[in-house]
C-alpha cells in the first residue's frame, strides 16, 4: 500500500508542476491543481461562475488573464496576488464588491480591470493611484453617483456604463487626455455637460446614450478634435443651440436618434465638416432649413425616418452631392418639389416607405429623374393606386424597386422599359384593373424573372375578381367599360384682375358607379377649406356613364393666387389628374395695357 501512495504522490505533484509550467501547448487545458474549482487554457485562469465567496488559494503564479466573474464575493485578499508578477488581467465583474479592491503589488502591472455589475457607489482617486499601467477600466452597472476626477493614468477605454451619475467633478477627466481613446456613459442620470468637460485629445468615441440631457450648449464638445464617433440617442434633447458640435473638426458618425428634435439647420451642424454618418430617425423633425447642410457635405448616410416631414422642398438636399443613403420613411411626406432630389448625384439607396406621396408617382413626370445613380428604391406604403409611363423616367441604373403595400390598380405600358439593370420588383396587390392596358405586365414579369416577387390579382372585371395575373390568359383583358375617371374637361388656363372672381371647371366620366370624390391642387398641394361646388349627371349615350364635374371657385384674387391649379378626381378604381392651369393675377393698371379680350372670372 505504502507503494501505491508514493506512486499517486508522485503523480500529483507531476500533475502541478505540468499546471504551472509556462510551456504547455497554446490551447491546451491545463489541470489547475490546486485550485481544483477553477479551470484553466493557455495563460486564463477561469474561476467564474462557481459560487465563490473568497478567492481560490493558492492561486498558481503563471497566470495573465484571471476570470473571478459571476461569483458573490465581497472583498479581495491582496496578499493572494503579491506572487502573480504574469498577471496583466483581472475580470471580477457580477459580484458584490462595494469598492475597487486594493490588488496589492500585482497593481502596477494590470491592463484590463472589469468591474461591472457590482455594488460600488464611489470611485476615489487614491484607489486608482496603484493601476499605473490600466488601459481598460470596466466600472458598468454599479453605483456610482459622481464622477471625481481621475488620477494620471494610462487608460485608453473607460467604461461606466448603468450607473446613477448626475454630476462630474471639474476636469474630470483631463489627467487622461494623452491616452483615452473610448468613454462610454450610456444609461445614467446626466441631465447637463458642464462646459469644456471633455478635454481629451485622443478621444475617438464618445458614447452619451440613455441619460436626460435636454439641451446642448454651444461649444460643448470643444476639445475633441480627434472624436471619430458621438452617441447621443435616447436622451430627450429637444434643443441643441448654435455651434453645440463645434470643435469636432473631424467626427465621421453623429448618432441623435430617438430624441426630441423639431428643426434640422445649419446653427447646430455648424463645423462639422468631415461627417459622413447622420442619424436623426425618432425624433419630431417637421422642417429642414434650405442652407441645413452647407457644413456636411461630406454627408454619405442620412437617416430622417420615422419623423414628422411632410414636404421635400427643392432646397431640402442642397449640397449633399456624396450622399449614398437617405431614409425617409415613416414620415407624413405628401410633397415633393421639382427637383427635391436634383442635386443628390451619389445617391445609391433611397427609402421613402410609408408616407404619402401617392400623387409623385400617379401625376409626376420625373420626380427621380436626378437619381441617375439610385440602385434602390423603397415605396411601400405609399398609398399609389396607378402608376404612369414616366413615373421613374431617368434611374436607369435602378435594380431594387419595392411597390409592396399600396393597393396598386394600374400601370401603364413601358414603365419599367428602361431600366434595364432591375433585379427585383416587389409588387404586392389585390386590387388591379385588368383590361387591355394591363395586358402586357404577365407577360413582361415572366420574361425578367420576377414571379417570386410579385403576388398580384385583378380586382376588376368580376369574373376575373381574386384571381392571380400568372393564372390568366392574354385575352381575358379587355376594355368593355372604363371604371377608373377620365377626364373629359380640362380646367383652362386665366388670366384675371387683382380682387375678381375666377372659376376653375373640370369633368370626368366613368362607367363605375362607384362613389367619387373630388380635390384641387394648387402647386402641388392640396387646396382646404376652398369654395368647390360638385355634381353628376347620368349619361346614356351608348351605354350608362356616370359624368362628374367640380368647380372650383376662387373670391377676391390676388398676387397670391398666382399659380397652377389641378383637379384630381378619384374612385375605388383610381385617381385621374387633370392638365395644370395656370393662373396669373394683374392689377388694374397693368390689365389696362392687356391685349383683349382677357379672361375675367365672373
Not at 33 to 43: A, G, K, Q, T, Y
Not at 290 to 304: G, H, N, R, T, Y
Request: glycine fraction near 4%; proline fraction near 4%; charge should be neutral.
Amino acid at each position: 500500500m505504502s507503494g501505491f501512495r508514493q506512486l499517486l504522490s508522485a503523480a500529483f505533484l507531476l500533475a502541478a508542476a505540468r499546471c504551472s509550467s509556462s510551456s504547455a501547448e497554446p490551447g491546451s487545458p491545463r489541470s489547475c491543481l490546486p485550485p481544483s474549482r477553477c479551470s484553466c487554457v493557455d495563460e486564463l485562469l477561469n474561476c467564474s461562475r462557481r459560487k465563490l465567496s473568497r478567492v481560490p488559494d493558492p492561486l498558481p503564479g503563471w497566470i495573465v488573464q484571471l476570470d473571478l466573474s459571476h461569483n458573490r464575493l465581497t472583498s479581495i485578499n491582496s496578499s493572494l496576488f503579491n506572487h502573480l508578477h504574469s498577471l496583466q488581467e483581472i475580470k471580477i465583474s457580477h459580484n458584490q464588491l462595494t469598492a475597487i479592491p486594493d490588488f496589492g503589488a500585482v497593481a502596477p502591472n494590470l491592463t484590463l480591470l472589469s468591474l461591472s455589475n457590482n455594488k460600488i457607489n464611489e470611485v476615489h482617486p487614491d484607489q486608482l493611484k496603484q493601476f499605473q499601467s490600466l488601459e481598460t477600466l470596466d466600472l458598468s452597472n454599479n453605483h456610482i453617483l459622481e464622477l471625481k476626477a481621475f488620477p494620471h493614468l494610462q487608460l485608453r477605454n473607460l467604461y461606466i456604463n448603468s450607473n446613477k451619475i448626475t454630476s462630474f467633478e471639474p476636469g474630470a477627466f483631463d489627467n487622461l487626455s494623452n491616452t483615452l481613446q473610448v468613454l462610454k456613459l450610456n444609461r445614467n442620470k446626466i441631465s447637463a455637460i458642464p462646459p469644456k468637460m471633455f478635454k481629451l485629445s485622443n478621444l475617438q468615441l464618445l458614447e452619451l446614450n440613455r441619460n436626460k440631457i435636454k439641451k446642448v450648449d454651444g461649444l460643448t464638445f470643444q476639445g475633441l478634435g480627434t472624436l471619430k464617433s458621438l452617441k447621443m440617442q435616447r436622451n430627450g434633447i429637444n434643443k441643441l443651440m448654435d455651434g453645440a458640435f463645434w470643435g469636432l473638426s473631424n467626427i465621421e458618425i453623429l448618432q441623435l436618434d430617438f430624441n426630441n428634435l423639431t428643426e434640422v439647420t445649419k446653427g447646430w451642424l455648424y463645423g462639422l465638416l468631415m461627417l459622413q454618418q447622420l442619424n436623426l430617425s425618432q425624433n419630431a423633425i417637421n422642417k429642414i432649413s434650405p442652407d441645413a447642410w452647407e457644413f456636411c457635405q461630406k454627408l454619405s448616410e442620412l437617416d430622417l425616418s420615422f419623423n414628422e416631414l411632410s414636404r421635400l422642398e427643392e432646397s431640402s438636399f442642397v449640397g449633399l452631392s456624396l450622399l449614398g443613403q437617405l431614409y425617409i420613411g415613416n414620415n407624413q411626406v405628401n410633397y415633393i418639389a421639382d427637383g427635391a432630389f436634383g442635386g443628390l448625384s451619389s445617391l445609391y439607396s433611397l427609402d421613402l416607405k410609408n408616407n404619402e406621396i401617392s400623387w409623385t408617382i400617379e401625376d409626376m413626370n420625373g420626380a427621380f429623374s436626378a437619381l441617375s445613380n439610385l440602385r434602390k428604391l423603397g415605396l411601400q406604403g405609399n398609398r399609389i393606386r396607378s402608376i404612369t409611363r414616366k413615373a421613374f423616367s431617368g434611374l436607369d441604373a435602378l435594380e431594387h424597386l419595392d411597390l409592396n403595400n399600396n393597393a396598386i390598380m394600374s400601370v401603364q405600358s413601358n414603365t419599367f422599359s428602361q431600366m434595364k439593370k432591375l433585379r427585383e420588383l416587389h409588387l404586392n396587390t389585390s386590387s388591379l384593373l385588368c383590361d387591355c392596358q394591363l395586358k402586357w405586365l404577365h407577360e413582361w414579369v415572366a420574361d425578367n424573372r420576377f414571379q417570386p416577387f410579385i403576388n398580384a390579382s385583378c380586382a376588376h372585371p368580376p369574373w376575373l375578381k381574386g384571381k392571380s395575373i400568372f393564372a390568366t390568359k392574354p385575352e381575358d383583358f379587355v376594355c368593355d367599360d372604363f371604371p377608373k375617371p377620365e377626364i373629359i374637361e380640362q380646367p383652362e388656363t386665366q388670366a384675371a384682375v387683382k380682387e375678381s372672381n375666377v372659376t376653375f371647371i373640370c369633368s370626368a366620366a366613368s362607367s363605375s358607379d362607384s362613389p367619387m370624390t373630388f380635390a384641387w391642387k394648387k402647386d402641388n398641394e392640396l387646396l382646404h377649406d376652398s369654395e368647390i361646388e360638385n355634381y353628376a349627371h347620368l349619361r346614356s349615350q351608348g351605354g350608362e356613364v356616370m359624368e362628374y364635374t367640380t368647380i372650383l371657385r376662387l373670391r377676391h384674387v390676388n398676387f397670391s393666387s398666382e399659380g397652377k391649379y389641378q383637379c384630381v378626381i378619384s374612385n375605388h378604381f383610381g385617381s385621374s389628374y387633370s392638365n395644370k392651369a395656370k393662373l396669373t393675377v394683374n392689377s388694374m393698371y397693368h390689365a389696362a395695357f392687356l391685349p383683349f379680350p382677357f379672361a375675367v372670372g365672373c
